[in-house]
Structure formats: structure tokens, C-alpha cells
């Protein structure tokens, strides 16, 4: 087991890396259920701390109606100060600009193709 894992499931592993928080998921689909139980991992390992969040979205294909409404609400953002989603595919972009454009997240979120760019962007949001 590596020592810099925070939390894991069969879904998701969180863990907290030079000041940002980072989830990859493991899952296709992405359900409410999941998503709630990555964000109370996610909430508890903050410890009342703010971070910058990236996730890496490359193995997730679909993500359920629910989940996407849960994860645009002020409960599931809780500790975040901004999130860059990692994508690879077209399809993944489509979701994500909806996602962006239906559920309008009420922190600075942005898709990214390159995990560099994605954590360069998030450190103007990463504490001293």
C-alpha cells in the first residue's frame, strides 16, 4: 500500500499531494452513491481545510443525472476552493462543458486534457 494514499474504495482513491487534493476514479459510472461517498472521504481527510481539488475523470464513460446535480451543490463543495477535471475523450468534454453549463458549479472549475496544465492552474488557488 502506498503511503500517500488518503482513502480508497473499489471507486475512488483520495489523496492529498502538494497542497491539493486529488481523486481518481476507478469506476465507468459515476452514480450519486459513488459520488457521495467520494465526498464525504473527501470532506473528512480535509480536515476543516480549503483546497484546490483535481480529479481525474479518464476511466469514467458516464455519469448519472443524480450525481451530477449532488455534485454542483454547496454540500458537495464543501473544502474546495477550485476543481480541475482531467479528461481524455471527446465524449468526456461534451459531459463535462454540460455539466458546466446545466449545473454551473459555484466554484472556479475547468477541464483539462494534461495533468500539468490542470495542476499548474490550480496552484493560483493552492495556500502559501
Given at each position: ?25 476507478k469506476t465507468e459510472l ?20 480549503s483546497y484546490p481539488f ?75
Open positions: 500500500m502506498r503511503s500517500s494514499v488518503e482513502f480508497e474504495n473499489e471507486y475512488v482513491r483520495i489523496e492529498l499531494k502538494g497542497g491539493i487534493m486529488c481523486a481518481f476514479f459515476l452514480t450519486k452513491t459513488i459520488a457521495v461517498e467520494g465526498v464525504k472521504a473527501r470532506i473528512k481527510l480535509s480536515a476543516g481545510m483535481f480529479v481525474n475523470l479518464y476511466n469514467v464513460r458516464s455519469t448519472t443525472k443524480d450525481a451530477r446535480e449532488f455534485l454542483s451543490t454547496p454540500e458537495a463543495n464543501v473544502n474546495i476552493v477550485a476543481a480541475a477535471m482531467l479528461i481524455n475523450s471527446p465524449v468526456q468534454r461534451i459531459m463535462g462543458n454540460f455539466f458546466l453549463a446545466v449545473n454551473k458549479p459555484q466554484i472556479p472549475l475547468k477541464l483539462f486534457t494534461s495533468t500539468e496544465n490542470a495542476i499548474e492552474w490550480l496552484q493560483q488557488y493552492n495556500r502559501p
